[in-house]
Nanobody
Framework: QVRLVESGGGLVQAGGSLRLSCAAS?????KGWFRQAPGKEREIVAG???????YYADSVKGRFTISSDNVKNTVYLQMNSMKPEDTGVYYC???????????WGQGTQVTVSS
């Protein structure tokens, strides 16, 4: 059974940093971080393949870094220079063999105060 467990969310002031972790079990494919702000649709923030190729949304390029430890089957999101617009629930997700995100964690709240 695939399971994804996020941790590391919280409250931070604008300009500050947070590091999210997502511990996965059950299988090991490419993973991504998504976020959903109040009243908005869920959007992808960053993704990483098993080979280490990364993708970033334009809004976080240069500020966020996604990384993974394939031995621990854990993916991280280092968030620096955070802005109030980064506020939302952050979800970890894993792709299946067809490169579709089909398993999701429960989400962790990130709040950036101005």
């Amino acid at each position: 059974q695939v399971r994804l467990v996020e941790s590391g969310g919280g409250l931070v002031q604008a300009g500050g940093s947070l590091r999210l972790s997502c511990a996965a079990s059950g299988r090991n494919y490419g993973k991504g971080w998504f976020r959903q702000a109040p009243g908005k649709e869920r959007e992808i923030v960053a993704g990483i393949t098993l080979s280490g190729s990364t993708y970033y949304a334009d809004s976080v390029k240069g500020r966020f870094t996604i990384s993974s430890d394939n031995v621990k089957n854990t993916v991280y999101l280092q968030m620096n220079s955070m802005k109030p617009e980064d506020t939302g629930v952050y979800y970890c997700a894993e792709k299946n063999g067809a490169s579709l995100y089909d398993y999701w964690g429960q989400g962790t709240q990130v709040t950036v105060s101005s």
